[in-house]
């Protein structure tokens, strides 16, 4: 591991331990004190308050706390309905792949931000509904990969002996498709999270993500936006631990994907 890692592996645990720390403060993420509105950096608020006298410091943890949940479940969803598709269309290929890839072609040709607004409309605007919002939007990456995986694993020969020996396809493709392909989709879903992060962050900041009070980095940056020029670190802050657990995020994900490329040699 290099020193680059490492130092990516420190800032990731340090974000972790922040978001942890939140039940453990003394205040909480939504507390007002009209008598405390926007005081800067000092010993009882580090990172200060905001116009609501709420400590901004407090915000910040939970607001770690909700972007990790969001994009992890967003992740989850994405990799196991890709997954899941994926390894159907590759299996069975015919008729059935090439619905499922006509599928795909017409859930590209729609904007991303489009698809997630109707989900998000029709579920609502809470933590599990902005995640499976931009799960079910985020699937078609990991079913390619997955498809293409697949395929090159039905033709070799364990999967021909186990299907002349009378196996189910469904007992094939748990018994010998996805174990061969599990360090793929664990590659592929540790990738994602920082990209779900991303998009989570950039839905709120537009005001398309979670609804406030809720408090992720993304509706705190946007917060902030509305009185950057005259008190700037209410958007800089939350916006430089967005950048942090992007950052810190994908350098774990490019290390777990670099270690599963070489085992596979």
Known sequence: MTLYEKL????????????LSYPFL?????????EKVLISFSREHIFGTDELG??????????????LRVAFLATLTATLLGTTIGIISGWFGGSVDIIIMRAIDFFI?????????????????????????????????????VRSEVMKIKSMEFVDSAII????????????ILPNIFPVVITMLVLRIPVSILTESG?????????????????????????????P???IIPSLFIVLLVWSSNVIGEYISSRQRRTSL
């Open 203 to 231: 839905l709120s900041f537009v005001g398309l993500g979670l609804r406030p009070p809720a408090s992720s980095l993304g509706v705190l940056a946007e917060e902030g936006f509305r009185a950057i020029s005259l008190f």
């Open 233 to 235: 670190r209410l958007t």
């Open 109 to 145: 040709s729609i904007p991303e931000i489009i698809l997630i607004v109707i989900v998000s409309f029709v579920l609502g605007r809470g933590e599990l509904s902005i995640a499976t919002a931009i799960g079910i939007v985020s699937w078609i990456s990991v079913a390619r990969v």
């Open 165 to 176: 020996l009378g196996n189910p396809s469904w007992r094939i493709m748990l018994r010998h």
């Open 54 to 67: 709420r400590d901004l410091f407090s915000r910040i943890s939970y607001g770690i706390g909700v972007s």
């Open 26 to 34: 003394p205040y909480t993420y939504y507390e007002q004190n009209p």
């Open 8 to 19: 990516g592996f420190a800032v990731f645990i340090l974000l972790i331990l922040i978001a």
